[in-house]
């Protein structure tokens, strides 16, 4: 199974709204709506921030948002923060019988 | 409160072998399928093996197919990772996660396995 692919960086001034993608094949991304997003800061642990393409789990700030066209998903984060700068994970369900698969990782700079 | 701890990292040498176990507490640990998530030092995650609430089925990436074997004991509510013939390759921070359809709700702190000779 290919990752998904993300741009490597990102970046936005506080308070822009920033999107990070995830393009994948019709065999993940695009075949279900089990699309995630993790935020993950240097030496922890990844923690979930939108799950099944535009959910968020309780206690993730509304400025985070998930959508999909496609086989790309995306993750907007509005109104930037400095808190916000970490790396950013897509994944996606793949079948009942594989693994599932992560993208590549976005860096989010908050200038 | 949701909880997974992991244990039985360390260093090693080429072909070593080596066991993670993942313990769970704060939930029904029988009602989830378990995954190992990997993550070499700076690069990304990266899925490893997973396995069925019942122990039946189980999944592994090509990479260390034939090599791990995940198991879990829902008695002790601990998941497994029996690591074999490890490679340098293999070095990595490895995660244990309690899965629903592809989402990790839950992520244990990692433990750092270094396969260095």
């Known amino acids: 199974q290919s990752a998904l692919t993300q741009p490597p960086s990102a970046s936005g001034s506080p308070g822009q709204s920033v999107t990070i993608s995830c393009t994948g094949t019709?065999?993940?991304?695009?075949?279900?709506?089990?699309v995630s997003w993790y935020q993950q800061y240097p030496g922890k642990a990844p923690k979930l921030m939108i799950y099944?393409?535009?959910k968020r789990p309780s206690g993730v700030p509304d400025r985070f948002s998930g959508s999909k066209s496609g086989n790309t998903a995306s993750l907007t984060v509005s109104g930037l923060q400095a808190e916000d700068e970490a790396d950013y994970y897509c994944?996606?369900?793949?079948?009942?019988?594989?693994?599932?698969?992560f993208g590549g990782g976005t860096k989010l700079t908050v200038l | 409160e949701v909880q997974l701890v992991e244990s039985g990292g360390g260093l090693l040498q080429p072909g070593g072998s080596l066991r993670l176990s993942c313990a769970a507490s704060?939930?029904?640990?029988?009602?989830?399928?378990m995954h190992w998530v990997r993550q070499a030092p700076g690069k990304g995650l990266v899925w490893v093996s997973r396995?069925?609430?019942?122990?039946?089925?189980?999944a592994y990436a090509d990479s260390v197919k034939g090599r791990f074997t995940i198991s879990r004991d829902n008695t002790k509510n601990t998941l497994y990772l029996q690591m074999n013939s490890l490679r340098a390759e293999d070095t990595a921070v490895y995660y244990c996660?309690?899965?629903?359809?592809?989402?990790?709700?839950?992520w244990g702190q990692g433990t750092l396995v270094t396969v260095s000779s």
């Open positions: 099944e393409v535009n």
């Open positions: 994944s996606s369900y793949t079948g009942s019988n594989n693994l599932g698969v």
């Open positions: 396995i069925s609430t019942d122990g039946t089925t189980t």
């Open positions: 704060g939930f029904t640990f029988s009602d989830y399928w």
């Open positions: 996660a309690r899965v629903k359809t592809g989402t990790i709700f839950t």
């Open positions: 019709s065999r993940d991304v695009g075949g279900y709506n089990y």
